[in-house]
């Protein structure tokens, strides 16, 4: 008796009655489509976030720390070319300043969660140019832009690669 009810009540209401069930379908896929859309832009907003929190501040702390071994590379020529005494301890000062610069800039590169193969080929190239920048012999120092010729390839492979990621899968 209610089925049959129902069924007399859909012949009942005409044409405008369809119109109107036929409004609210319409409505009801519109408003379902709206929703799926604003949570597909709130994952990709969160995707983006997480990008640029994770990856963006490791990118810049490679390039920081390029830059500061290319300082170092610099300063062992000058320590090289030295006349007096007086310039060869200024030129070790700068040179120990920018290696303790340098240290800095590494730690601040591995709290950026770069990937891990490149985090230890450049603390590799690091502890090489600290270890050659600090040695008493001048001929030894002059391998010092050997040393960061092959942190800044490393860095800038590790870049284009796009490796100074977070280990997290984005």
């Known amino acids: 008796s209610g089925g049959r009810n129902m069924t007399n009540f859909l012949r009942g209401i005409g044409i405008r009655g369809d119109l109107l069930l036929a409004f609210f379908g319409i409505s009801a896929f519109a408003v379902l489509g709206a929703t799926v859309a604003l949570f597909a832009f709130a994952e990709a907003r969160s995707a983006f976030d997480r990008i640029t929190r994770e990856r963006i501040p490791a990118s810049f702390a490679a390039f920081e ?57 450049i603390t590799n190239s690091v502890t090489e140019i600290r270890t050659v920048s600090l040695a008493p012999d001048p001929r030894i120092s002059s391998r010092c832009s050997i040393c960061s010729s092959d942190i800044v390839r490393s860095i800038a492979v590790s870049s284009r690669s796009g490796t100074f990621s977070s280990a997290r899968k984005i």
């Open 65 to 121: 720390l390029s830059r500061q071994a290319e300082r170092v590379a610099a300063a062992a020529p000058l320590f090289l070319a030295s006349a007096s005494p007086d310039q060869q301890l200024r030129t070790d000062r700068e040179i120990r300043q920018n290696l303790a610069k340098l240290n800095k800039l590494l730690t601040e590169l591995g709290n950026a969660q770069p990937d891990r193969a490149s985090l230890v080929d």
